[in-house]
């Protein structure tokens, strides 16, 4: 990097990121995630929160011993069960970093907490002095910083250094800040904290108003030198900072920034991809460097200009990021070998040969639907049936559904429930409608449909349909199924919900009840 500062690169997606309404992950898709951020060369990944839950503890191991290269984190409130809880998560990992977290805003203090601002500081020191107890490697956020008095501020900090933390990430946590006023923030941090040269200074900004890049980046010019943020600008509410922008701005602009990441750049859309199959979060065609109209010009004068010189409307290269690489990979006749090793290149890995047998089987199924097989339909093969099928509750043996002009749609549904094979008939608005009303005949979830989105997975009359289910009871489930029949896929999605709502376990929200 020469004469240029590094800019650490933590990724949040596991993390802040599940934090989405229905973008839990399961243990297996977070180490898939954990997998690519790694071929991403990411630094640091948040993998969760592990006192939130059992489910989120093992997700956090699992993470932690499959992770080689880079740096592996557990969020833990400044309480004694969150920071012994990510502690023990965290055992095997490479590099273990603990992010403990106060707040420190007057309405957080005040409302949330309960606490006078002694009381804070003297908290805050306990938790770093706490996590330092199973690494040497802590971050210390005082949350709401971004609506915190920056006197108040500067003293946390000062405490928490000297207690031992090295890396201090000032979190616009609300999303209320502006560029200007966020970068004059750090600069005024890093200026005022007398050990301040003790610490790397880190940001967290939240969407809301839209500006979590640009503020990230204003920090950056003022000091900052480690950026926070998710795949795609997943996260809680309108979302985090998006790690594609913020690296591809600083990469673009070398003219303006003095410090560069070390992200292997070309492994963004793959990311990208895998990311948004797992959560089901589709990807706006318009979003930067990884919607599907990044690199597209469809003006004349645009295309021409391109033609002519690509740098007149382009300021990168779409092979950059990733587009245009290995799209298409495999067919009918490829064998075992080749299937397995382009999985392995999008991050799935097989624990036992019987995954793979079992993966490779679908595989050889969709192949007699589809000429093409393309990387997204093997992200979506492994992601929507899973590499592994254990404890699912419910199983589609049979579907039959039923749509003429002037006749009322009809389905009928068999499931395989606990083991045991259970039908049911019902007719609907449509063949969709009539199928969800067969399950729920069945099944009867109690639970309220709030999204059903469809979308193709690629271009041609071929191509897999995607679907994502939404439904909400005691809490919000997404689920996701593909098939080149969409009325099919629609069943999946739906049963996927079911099963993932069946099985889900209760969180503890990371900003809930802190001390």
Known sequence: MGNRDKLFIFDTTMRDGEQSPGASMTKDEKVRIAKMLEKLRVDVMEAGFPASSPGDFEAVQAVAAAVKSAGVCGLA????????QAGAALKEAVAPRIHTFIATSPIHMQQKLMMEPDEVVEQAVWAVKRALKYTDDVEFSPEDAGRSDP??????????IDAG????????????????????????????????DKAIFSIHCHNDLGLATANSLSAVLNGARQVECTINGLGERAGNCSLEEVVMAVRTRQD??????????????????????ITGFAVQPNKAIVGANAFAHEAGIHQDG??????????????????????????????????????????????????????????????DKKHDIFDEDLQALVTNTGVESTNEILKLVSLCSKSETGEKPFAKVTLLVNGEEKSAEKEGSGPVDAVYRAIEEIINSESELKLYSVSNITSGTDSQGDV?????????????????????????????????????KNRTHPQADEV
């Open 256 to 277: 303006l920034f003095p410090c560069d990441t070390d992200i292997d750049t070309t492994q963004i859309v793959a990311c990208s991809k895998l990311v948004s199959g």
């Open 151 to 160: 006197a108040f501020l500067c003293r946390i900090i000062e405490a928490v």
């Open 306 to 367: 391109v033609l002519k010189n690509r740098e007149t409307y382009e300021i990168m290269r779409a092979e950059d990021v990733g587009w245009g690489e290995n799209s298409l990979v495999l067919g009918k006749h490829s064998g075992r070998n080749a299937f397995k090793a382009r999985l392995a290149d999008l991050g799935v890995e097989f624990s036992s040969e019987n995954e793979l047998n079992d993966a490779f089987g679908r595989f050889k199924e969709l192949a």
């Open 77 to 84: 409130r400044a309480r004694k069960e969150d920071i012994d």
């Open 165 to 196: 933390a090295r890396t201090i990430n000032i979190p616009d946590t609300v999303g209320y800040n502006v560029p200007d006023q966020f970068g004059a923030l750090i600069q005024r941090i890093i200026t005022d904290v007398p050990n301040s």
């Open 468 to 504: 994502t289910v939404r439904l909400e009871k005691d809490g919000i489930v997404n689920g996701h199924g593909s098939d080149t029949d969409i009325v099919i896929a629609s069943a999946k999605a739906y049963i996927n919900a079911l099963n993932l709502m069946f099985m889900r």
